[in-house]
Nanobody, 129 residues
């Protein structure tokens, strides 16, 4: 089973950038669809962006509010998936989680939490206005 650890969160001003890392151990992340999710205070966790396994050519999908600002990429040599966040807004504040969906035979990545079986512990992102 893959084990995921997020890092890179912190405090940033509006308009700033952060890069989050999701590092895997126990299995190669390239075998999984990897998603980033976030949970703002008092709100339900929501999908942000995901990248498909190499089976599906690293296709990506993202939630509308982050299109053009967030991007996702893999570094297979480091067994890490990155979330690059640019032009950050206060509404991007929350705990960010990465998760792994092993069902790559059946589907490219989808931002549907129920298919993600392994989750990291989360990293806090705070965007000040």
């Amino acid at each position: 089973q893959v084990h995921l650890v997020e890092s890179g969160g912190g405090l940033v001003q509006t308009g700033g950038s952060l890069r989050l890392s999701c590092t895997g151990s126990g299995s190669a992340l390239e075998r999984y669809n990897i998603g980033w999710f976030r949970q703002a205070p008092g709100k339900e966790r929501e999908g942000v962006i995901c990248i498909s396994s190499d089976t599906h050519g690293d296709d990506t999908d993202s939630e509308d509010s982050v299109k053009g600002r967030f991007s996702i990429s893999r570094d297979d040599a480091r067994n890490t998936v990155y979330l690059q966040m640019d032009n950050l807004k206060p509404e991007d504040t929350g705990v960010y989680y990465c998760a792994a969906d092993p069902g790559t035979i059946y589907r490219p990545c989808v931002l549907y939490q129920a298919v993600f079986e392994r989750w990291g512990q989360g990293t806090q992102v705070t965007v000040s206005s």
